[in-house]
């Protein structure tokens, strides 16, 4: 027999066998067209953000661009497009890369109501999830079809505003702004839903607190006090959705930390101090199906709620936002107990408020 360093291994016995040594489960090399654009989304995605900076410091290191890019980074400080609502973009929402990068879980929609646009809205959405692959697939694309099971809305995703922003880094922010993607600042959220009739706002309510809590099998939600959407419904006459994805915690593997333990006390820290959390995490790799950080292929289904009827109160009482709080909880578990043993069939344990 010839030795394998003159060449005489093929491709998939090369595979086969690093497969047995370091148990990599490698992906065939013979994978439909489609999946591998499915992938290809998914990971151009992930990569968007060091792709930006990378882009950004390549461009700042030739002085003769610094005309340009001063003015630039200056704007960026004063420009107020992240608290109204962004610049969206009805061919950024419908790129044919959306469509590939729903697929790949694949992510879907499930509406128990219709949504007249007559009435402005704001979706709750649970769980955060490590990253909330569900949330920008539904909200920030056309992925799944927003506009034709909820016509005439205008959604726009939320994520962290001032001074932890995502709208303070080069280029990333404007492909953010162009999705519709805004800053959750309460100046933000009352600028959008006051515009009236279709205006919609999503909230990923548990936010930082929530990533860390996000474990497959599991549905930890931070809600129990968290009344500032209820109040932000109420002022602005913004009817409320709850809004469950399936699927969502169980898209990335992360390490045990558990309330009290070393790792969970470094990731609280770290998230005082920056106002984000980091939680540590693994997936899949882009040629294998257990090493890296790419999410796994998992469905993610998003149940949309009966819609909870808000009149308008500029001056809401404190028992008003307690009632229509609990009615809120009552909708989402109302959710859970329906669909549970048909999306979450494998789950470890039942939703849990734990905040």
């Not at 044919?96 to 509406?111: E, M």
């Not at 040629?287 to 149940?303: A, E, Q």
């Amino acid at each position: 027999m010839k030795s394998p360093l003159m060449g005489t291994l093929n491709l998939e016995e090369i595979r086969d066998t690093i497969s047995k040594n370091v148990e990599v489960k490698f992906a065939p090399l013979h994978i439909p067209p489609h999946r591998r654009l499915q992938t290809a989304a998914v990971a151009l995605w992930a990569l968007l953000l060091p792709i930006c900076i990378i882009l950004f410091l390549f461009i700042v290191s030739f002085e003769k661009t610094w005309g340009l890019m001063i003015p630039y980074l200056i704007w960026i400080i004063f420009d107020p497009a992240p608290e109204r609502g962004g610049r969206p973009k009805e061919w950024a929402r419908n790129l044919f890369i959306w469509k590939y990068f729903a697929q790949y879980y694949p992510c879907s929609i499930v509406k128990e109501a219709d949504l007249p646009s007559d009435r402005p809205y704001l979706f709750g959405y649970h769980p955060h999830g490590i990253i909330g692959m569900g949330a920008f697939a539904t909200f920030a694309t056309e992925g799944t079809g927003f506009s034709q099971h909820f016509p005439g809305l205008s959604p726009h995703l939320l994520t962290l505003g001032k001074p932890q922003s995502n709208f303070k880094i080069p280029f990333y922010r404007e492909l953010l702004m162009i999705h519709g993607v805004s800053s959750v600042s309460k100046k933000s959220c009352a600028r959008i839903l006051s515009r009236g009739a279709g205006s919609a706002i999503t909230i990923v309510i548990g936010g930082a607190a929530e990533s860390l809590s996000a474990h497959p099998g599991t549905a930890d939600l931070t809600l129990k006090k968290r009344f500032g959407f209820i109040k932000m419904a109420i002022k602005e006459g913004a009817d409320l959705v709850p809004v469950f994805s399936f699927g969502e915690n169980d898209v990335s593997r992360q390490m045990a930390n558990k309330p009290g333990s070393v790792l969970y006390k470094i990731q609280k820290k770290f998230q005082k101090i920056f106002g984000f959390t980091l939680p540590l995490f693994y997936g899949r790799g882009i040629f294998n199906y257990n090493i890296g950080l790419m999410p796994f292929r998992h469905p993610i289904v998003s149940v949309f709620g009966r819609p909870i009827r808000v009149e308008k109160d500029t001056k809401p009482s404190d028992q008003k936002v307690q009632e229509l709080h609990e009615e809120y909880i009552e909708e989402l578990m109302r959710i859970w107990d329906k669909y549970k043993d048909v999306y979450a069939r494998h789950r470890t344990k039942e939703l849990t408020l734990v905040g």
